[in-house]
Structures are given as structure tokens and as C-alpha cells.
């Protein structure tokens, strides 16, 4: 039923409702208020009847079969008021799951209320004001004091504080200079800066988890029942017990009696708004999650498959080794490293300009060979930075690593290498993992065995597969056996989205607004912090215990009032009030799931700046 249907059907009972206590008890005319009361419960029954019709086609066991045969049956033996309570409760409890859905998204809601609109597009020393739609990569762009961040991007000049918090859920503000990234969505601070565009809107951050919020919301939460596996043999101990009731008595109304507090509004209602609840908890967190079976799988998952860049690792190298010869320093070779290749466009230059932030040398003459490297003019002398082959003719002994090779007027000087730096909390997570159940934890990279032996080796995961193309990741996915089932893979990289979409469940570090990568994923991790996925387990195992203690709850308290009932000591509409008794306390349990407890296992990882 749609949230508009539930809504209907419910102010239609209260207004019949209304209509019946005058009839009854204003006018006295007690035969019109039954034909009333009657003729509405029937027609809802039908309206019932024809919604668990689709829900059987669908391969489900609908449970409102029980709700459908204690209105026909109340009505029938006319117990008429009743019906009328048990149609409040049913109209209600829909009603209230919808409310329960869109209050335990309201936190993703928030994500859209900042939505920018528009850009200052520096051109010709000029600022023109441009919808955001038209701006394209490589533009440069002013953000103003205040201003919400239009697209991606990276500072060219200035320095300011970012404040992420409808991003990341970080609240403290973050320091942001030159070749500091900005994400869209953001707010500035009290400092204008500018910057280079580095995606259009569309492929922005923003965008990419409006279209997260978007398509977690299109999963209704009534989709996902848990509480079907326990409905058919819940029903059938119902009319069980009612039948048996009747046939010792020989009164149908004792049938009624223990149909009105058999309803099953505990099983319809509890799982899901524990699911939907626990989807809000994992959005306060920096989690989204795109639909409650993925809050299930996560709580049973067996088996975590992680790529290496960018999830185990930080993803952007670091300096990791300076070498120097020929009567140079290490701090000499760095400098004119940096100094030469501090205009080029190479991924390189972030790190080390961060490895020497000050006191880097002035270039001029700067001229960049694609896929070599970067000739530029310092003090006088020609230097070059890049590959070996490149910079010199001299004899240089290579490194099996990423590395900047220097010259200076053709003779080489010494080298800067550079690696992929572990993420401090992986080892908290993989222990933490292996903690909550896992039975192993895998590497997947197309990265060479070496490194990630090395780096497996040191964080404890317990199979490495190395060298795999995207293709190659499926297959290693797809042979895992039943037994270490469910799957979770986590990946950052349009080469991870194959395998984060074939994975039972696809978690994807989407800090970075790697945009292919969430919208293939089952889950999506808004802060730069791994720890977040040993988190989503967390609030997943915590979420079904909650799930299932509410729906065996009512189960219990249903067939405790239904004995009870058989031996006609509860009248039908009594024991419809118990019910409405029976559904509150199960969805109160329920929502327990939005409760935030303490730190999770890894602890509070403070994010990593962009």
C-alpha cells in the first residue's frame, strides 16, 4: 500500500469512527452505526484481501490473512465495535510504519538542503555567475565566505576552513591551502579562496549521494519483511487454537475472540521498522545503506573481500625515500624535485609539494613531456625530474617502485620514490572483522604480489589475490563456497564497481566520489575511515537481534492472550485494546535500533583530510 493509500484508509476508519459514536451513542441508533461499521470493514477486508493476493504472487506468505479473517469474523458474529478497533490498529500501524520509514531517513533528507545552484567562473580576471550545470573540468572558480562548494575541485590559491559535516559527518572544520581537494556540498568558511574545477556537477560528490538518498528511499521498507518466516506457522496456531476454541464451546464468537488478539501487526510491522531504523543509525554514522536485506546479509556476512588502493591504503602516494649522489643532499634533490614539478599536472606533485612545503625553489622554462617527465629552469641550471631514460644518459640503477628520477644539466643527481601508505586503523579492522565472525578476510588488487603480500602480511588478512583484472576480481568472488557465504567486497574504484556489484554485498569508500563505484554498491562509506565497514557489521548484527526479539515478542504475547482467550475470559473488544497494547510494545522494542550505543570495536578514527 502506498504511503497516500495508508494515509486514506486510516482518516476514512477515524471519520467512520466519529460518525459511528454519534450513531451510537448520541442518536441511539445502534442497527445503522453496525451496518456502518460493517459495510466499511468489509470493504477494507477486500481492499486487504487483494493487497496479501499480490503479496502471495509475489512469492511471499501474506500474514494479513489473520487481520483479514478477524474483521470478516468480528463482523460476522457481530462483535462490530471490535472490528472497528482492530481496523484502527491495521490502518494505524501501516500509517505509523510509514512515518517510522520517512523519520529514520531524515537524516539522509538533510544531505538536500544545500544544494548548490550556482558558480563564480573566473575568466579573463573577470567573475561571472553561471548555473553549475555549465561548468566544466578545468574551469577556475571563486568561492565565496559562506558559500556552499558548487563542484569537486582543487584550491589554486588562498586557504580556508571546510566545514564537511553534511558530507562526512565530521563536525570539526577542516584546514584547507593550496592543492588541498574541496568536495561539493561543502561550506566554506570565512576566507574566499580559488580553485580548479576537477569534475562537472553532475560527477560531484554531491550529486553522486543525492543520487544515493534517492535510490536508498525507493526501497520501502515494507519490502523487506523478516518476520514472513515466522508467519505461516504463526497462522496456523492461531486458527488452530480458535477452531479448537469454537468447536469445545460451540460458540463461533470464542473464534472471533481469539482471532482479534492473534493479529498480526507485530509480525507486519516490527522487522521492518527495526530495518529502517537501523538504516537511519547507519546514516548518522556516515554510512548509507540502500535497503534493509542489506542490513541482513551484513549481520550473517562470512567472508570480506577488500581492494588495496584507496581502501587499504590511503590511495595517494607518499615520499617514502630520497637518494642523492654526486655531492648533492637529500634535501637538495627533494627540493629540485619539487621545484620542478610543482607546475606540472602529474599526481605526483601533491606529494611532494607535502614533503616539502616551504623553501621550494623557483622554475622557470617549465616544460612537460606527457608520460616522461618535466624539464624546468632553477638558478640557472637545467633540471630535469621524471623517468630515468628521461632526465639523463648517465647509467642509473632503477627501482622497481614509483619514482622520480633528478638531473641537473644532463647529470643525475638521486632520486624521490614514493609508496602507497597503509591506513592506520586496517589492522583494528581486520581484527575486529575476524572478531565479529568473519571466517576469512581476502585481498583482491591488481597490484604486483609483492606489495600485497607485504601489506596483507602485515594487517592479518588471510588470502591475497594479486594481479587481477576487474574481470579477474568477478571470478575470484563468484568461487567462494556456500559455506563462507554471505560476501562483502569493499573497493573506491570504477575498477572495483564489477566486483562490489556482483558481491552478496558491495561497500564502496566513497569519501572521494568514486562515482562508479557507489552507484554499484549495495553500501556506501561517506567518510575517509575503513573502520566504518567493521561499524556497518556492527549496527547490522545489532539491528536484527532487535528485529527478532520484536517479532518473537508478539508472537509470545499474541499466543499467551490467544489461550487465554479460547476459555472466553476476553471479550472481543477487550481483546482488541490488548492488541493495540501488543503492537505498541513491539514497535517501541523496534525502534530501539536507531539507538546509537558506544564506539565501535575499532574505535573513533578521526577522518584523514582530502
Known amino acids: 500500500m502506498s504511503k497516500l493509500t495508508n494515509y486514506t484508509r486510516l482518516l476514512g476508519v477515524l471519520i467512520v469512527a466519529g460518525i459511528a459514536i454519534v450513531l451510537q451513542f448520541i442518536l441511539n441508533q445502534p442497527l445503522y452505526t453496525q451496518i456502518l461499521i460493517s459495510s466499511v470493514g468489509s470493504l477494507i477486508a477486500l481492499l486487504m484481501f487483494i493487497d496479501m493476493v499480490k503479496t502471495l504472487r509475489s512469492g511471499k506468505f501474506g500474514v494479513d490473512l489473520l487481520a483479514i479473517t478477524a474483521v470478516i469474523a468480528t463482523i460476522a458474529v457481530g462483535e462490530y465495535w471490535a472490528a472497528l478497533i482492530v481496523l484502527l490498529m491495521l490502518t494505524g500501524g501501516d500509517t505509523l510504519e510509514d512515518y517510522a520509514a520517512n523519520k529514520a531517513n531524515s537524516e539522509l533528507q538533510s544531505l538536500l538542503e544545500n544544494s548548490p545552484q550556482s558558480a563564480h567562473l573566473l575568466t579573463d580576471d573577470r567573475i561571472i555567475d553561471v548555473e553549475i550545470d555549465q561548468v566544466k573540468v578545468g574551469d577556475r572558480i571563486v568561492v565565496k565566505p559562506g558559500e556552499v562548494i558548487p563542484v569537486d575541485g582543487t584550491i589554486t590559491e588562498g586557504t580556508t576552513t571546510i566545514d564537511e559535516a553534511s558530507l562526512t559527518g565530521e563536525s570539526r572544520p577542516i584546514d584547507k591551502g593550496v592543492g588541498g581537494t574541496v568536495m561539493s556540498g561543502a561550506i566554506n568558511g570565512d576566507s574566499s579562496f580559488n580553485m580548479i574545477a576537477d569534475k562537472t556537477a553532475d560527477d560531484s560528490q554531491y550529486q553522486n549521494i543525492i543520487r544515493l538518498v534517492k535510490q536508498a528511499e525507493s526501497t520501502p521498507a515494507h519490502f523487506v519483511r523478516m518476520a514472513d518466516r515466522y508467519a505461516a506457522p504463526f497462522t496456523i496456531l492461531a486458527y488452530i487454537i480458535a477452531g479448537v476454541a469454537w468447536y469445545v464451546s460451540g460458540d463461533p464468537v470464542r473464534f472471533a475472540e481469539v482471532l482479534v488478539v492473534a493479529s498480526p501487526c507485530p509480525l507486519i510491522l516490527a522487522a521492518p521498522i527495526a530495518l529502517v531504523s537501523g538504516m537511519s543509525r547507519a546514516s548518522r554514522n556516515g554510512i548509507i545503506v540502500k535497503s534493509g536485506t542489506i542490513i541482513e546479509k551484513l549481520a550473517n556476512a562470512k567472508t570480506f573481500a577488500f581492494d588495496k588502493t584507496g581502501t587499504i591504503t590511503k590511495g595517494h602516494l607518499t615520499v617514502n625515500q630520497v637518494y642523492a649522489v654526486d655531492g648533492y643532499t637529500k634535501d637538495q634533490v627533494l627540493a629540485l624535485a619539487a621545484g620542478t614539478e610543482q607546475q606540472s599536472s602529474h599526481i605526483l606533485v601533491r606529494s611532494l609539494v607535502a614533503a616539502i612545503p616551504n623553501n621550494i625553489p623557483t622554475a622557470t622554462n617549465v616544460i612537460e613531456t606527457t608520460a616522461k617527465g618535466v624539464q624546468a629552469t632553477i638558478n640557472g641550471q637545467t633540471v630535469k625530474g621524471g623517468k630515468a631514460s628521461f632526465v639523463s644518459d648517465d647509467p642509473i640503477d632503477t627501482l622497481d617502485q614509483t619514482t622520480v628520477y633528478v638531473s641537473v644539466d644532463g647529470h643525475y643527481v638521486g632520486y624521490v620514490s614514493f609508496s602507497d601508505e597503509l ?170 535500533a536507531r539507538i546509537d550505543h558506544q564506539t565501535s570495536p575499532v574505535g573513533n578514527q578521526a577522518p584523514l583530510e582530502s
Request: aromatic share 2%.
Open 423 to 592: 591506513r592506520p586503523e586496517t589492522k583494528a579492522v581486520m581484527d575486529s572483522l575476524h572478531a565479529q565472525g568473519a571466517s576469512q578476510i581476502m585481498m583482491i588488487s591488481g597490484d604486483r604480489k609483492p606489495i600485497a603480500k607485504e601489506i596483507a602480511d602485515r594487517v592479518d588478512i588471510d588470502k591475497v589475490y594479486a594481479e587481477r583484472l576487474p574481470q579477474e576480481k568477478i571470478d575470484v568472488i563468484k568461487q567462494v563456497d556456500k559455506k563462507h557465504r554471505p560476501v562483502v567486497m569493499v573497493g573506491d574504484g570504477v575498477n572495483d564497481a564489477p566486483s562490489l556489484a556482483t558481491a552478496d554485498v558491495g561497500i564502496a569508500m566513497g569519501a572521494h566520489g568514486a562515482t562508479a563505484a557507489s552507484e554499484s554498491a549495495d553500501a556506501v562509506v561517506l567518510k575517509d575511515d575503513l573502520s566504518l565497514v567493521s561499524k556497518a557489521v556492527t549496527i547490522s548484527e545489532d539491528t536484527m537481534n532487535v528485529a527478532k526479539q520484536s517479532v518473537l515478542i508478539g508472537i509470545a504475547i499474541c499466543t499467551i492472550l490467544m489461550l487465554i482467550a479460547s476459555f472466553g475470559v476476553i471479550p472481543a473488544i477487550i481483546g482488541a485494546m490488548f492488541q493495540e497494547v501488543v503492537d505498541t510494545v513491539t514497535i517501541l522494542w523496534a525502534l530501539r
